[in-house]
């Protein structure tokens, strides 16, 4: 049991230590595939159904299918009013964790087109599409991303490592019932793992099963940060393009996005990340705590300056800390 208070200006719990934040609403921050998206975090850091190896945030701390209002309505409401004028591209209702999970996400959804005509995105990992209360409470969104990350029960457990009683066949079921009764946009992303769902035999299941959704995009993704498990291999873009070439029509490979500090709406700059990991190696969560920023925003930062070879990765325990070469 996940004993969690609703949001009181913390936004979750590594380690044992309670990680500051400044509010539930983040960005707009760049996004690979929406653009300039206004982030809503809807649970407690790391709550979720799900238990993903892969998962950039790491392990789950609070694993349920319990439903309720994890942080205030009118409270989200406000903050996202606060900041309509910086005008994204998509208001997303994403963050943390999973935002199925809250229970009042119709009554957000409502509120939000009451108030603006920018389209309302969920990205969820679709584990509770089977209740017919969460499926009807996303009807009103323009854009729905669920995932799909196996092809059989086998799979499933191995790489989402979801609640005891969420099953691949009710999760599978859930999302062929919602396509029936979505009129929006539909886009499945399939993260790809080396040696598992990037065997050829495991890739076709999964795209089998995704013609018969029928969704309007399929979207490959694979581990590109550190991820929750060592064992999460990162699949080679020769190979992705590969499997994409399974499903029909072929999904498309999203690419990483190598400009995230690009736009003036960042809260911090990418050389701030980057003097206070020169200063001392440092977490995520002590990026997002030391400068105020969102978790999403610190891992935007870390991603570029990655790629340029600016900062390597290095681990002590179970944690993952990010320096300097040659510190």
């Known amino acids: 049991m996940c004993r969690f208070q609703p949001y009181a200006k913390f936004k979750g719990i590594t380690r044992g230590k309670i990680i500051m934040q400044p509010g539930n609403v983040f960005g707009p921050v760049p996004s690979r595939r929406l653009g300039r998206s206004l982030g809503v975090d809807l649970v407690p850091f790391k709550t979720c159904t799900y238990d993903c190896v892969y998962c950039q945030l790491g392990r789950t701390t609070c694993k349920t299918r319990e439903r309720k209002e ?67 409470q996303l009807l009103e969104a323009q854009l729905v991303v669920p995932s799909l990350d196996a092809g059989d029960e086998a799979m499933f457990k191995m790489v989402n490592r979801p609640v005891s009683d969420i099953t691949f066949e009710g999760m599978a079921g859930g999302l062929a019932e919602f396509r029936r009764d979505y009129r929006g946009e539909l886009w499945l ?107 999403h925003e610190a891992i935007k930062h870390i991603e570029e300056l990655l790629a340029r070879g600016l900062i390597e990765k290095t681990t002590s325990g179970e944690t993952v800390y990010y320096r300097c070469p040659g510190d």
């Not at 999904?251 to 190598?258: H, L, N, Q």
Request: glycine share 4%; proline share 6%.
């Open 70 to 136: 994890w942080v205030p309505l009118d409270d989200t409401i406000a903050e996202i009013r606060e900041k309509l004028p910086l005008q994204p591209d998509y208001i997303t209702l994403s963050g943390s964790g999973e935002p199925t999970l809250y229970s009042r996400m119709g009554d957000l959804i409502e509120s939000i087109r009451s108030m603006t005509e920018i389209p309302v995105a969920v990205l969820t990992n679709g584990s509770l599409l089977w209740d017919k209360q969460v499926r009807s």
């Open 189 to 295: 992303e399939v993260f790809i793992l080396g040696g598992y769902t990037s065997l050829r035999d495991e890739a076709v299941k999964i795209a089998e099963f995704a013609r018969k959704i029928a969704p309007d995009r399929v979207q490959l993704n694979t581990v590109t940060r550190p991820p929750a498990e060592d064992f999460a291999i990162r699949v080679s873009k020769d190979r992705m393009r590969e499997i994409a070439l399974l499903f029909d029509p072929p999904a498309e490979v999203i690419a990483d996005y190598r400009h995230a500090s690009a736009h003036d709406e960042f809260t911090a700059s990418r050389d701030s990340v980057l003097q206070t990991i020169r200063r001392r190696p440092c977490s995520v969560a002590d990026i997002s705590s030391g400068l105020g920023i969102h978790m």
